[in-house]
């Protein structure tokens, strides 16, 4: 069965603390690994699609890489508007159209 | 403003009573799905739809039904709801050409307790 695991499960920065949160899965034959943000009380929103080791994607302060066993979400220099929980995603290797989650990072930063 | 619609936001019920809880997007999109959220346990899908009359299960299917009669719709029912449904439940949905891209357009979020 597909596993997503992120790491690590909480995280505080002060702000201007850049740092990173992990996506690692054991999906065989990965068809698009997801990056969603989620505001408490909020649905996620959609950040970055990667496809393929290597592929690297960027948002403001967000930026997302893809290894052949972890994506890694860099945040540089935050700010606490960036305090969310980010949650990633894989798709089903399979073909179908399932989106497997991972439990997420909840960030928090702080001035 | 596009957008997904879900009704109610905060229920509380009991064992055994039926609901529905309502979904609706705006943005003339092919794919819908339901999923809840559970600490510790991250977004599992119910149920997914890829256009109207189109249904299929996702990883918890139990205890819940759905439909898609209308492509705008696609409400979840829980035909005897029971404690363990208590869950936080999004609804989201993406056009067919970019799910495969993993982009979903979430609702906000509707709260089940079920007593």
């Known amino acids: 069965e597909d596993q997503v695991t992120q790491s690590p499960e909480a995280l505080r920065l002060q702000e201007g603390e850049s740092s990173s949160l992990n996506c690692s899965y054991t999906v065989s034959g990965l068809r698009g690994l997801f990056w969603y943000r989620q505001d408490p009380g909020k649905g996620p929103e959609f950040l970055f699609t990667?496809?393929?080791a290597g592929e690297e994607k960027e948002k403001e302060r967000l930026k997302a890489t893809l290894t052949k066993k972890e994506s890694f979400l860099h945040i540089t220099a935050p700010k606490p508007e960036d305090s969310a929980t980010y949650l990633c995603a894989v798709r089903d290797p399979g073909g179908g159209n399932k989106l497997t989650f991972g439990t997420g990072t909840q960030l928090k930063v702080e001035l | 403003e596009a957008q997904v619609t879900q009704n109610p936001r905060y229920l509380i019920t009991v064992t055994g009573k039926k609901l529905t809880v309502t979904c609706s997007q705006n943005?003339?999109?092919?794919?819908m799905s339901w999923y809840r959220q559970d600490p510790g346990l991250g977004l599992r899908q119910i149920y997914y739809?890829?256009?109207?009359?189109?249904?299929d299960k996702g990883d918890v299917p139990e205890g819940y039904k759905v439909s898609r009669k209308e492509k705008r719709n696609f409400p979840l029912i829980l035909e005897s709801p029971s404690p363990n449904q208590t869950s936080l439940y999004f609804c989201?949905?993406?056009?067919?050409?970019?799910?495969?891209?993993?982009?979903?357009?979430f609702g906000e979020g509707s709260r089940l307790t079920v007593l």
């Open positions: 989201a949905s993406s056009l067919s050409t970019r799910i495969i891209a993993g982009e979903l357009f």
């Open positions: 990667l496809y393929s």
């Open positions: 943005m003339n999109h092919e794919y």
């Open positions: 739809s890829m256009n109207v009359e189109v249904t």
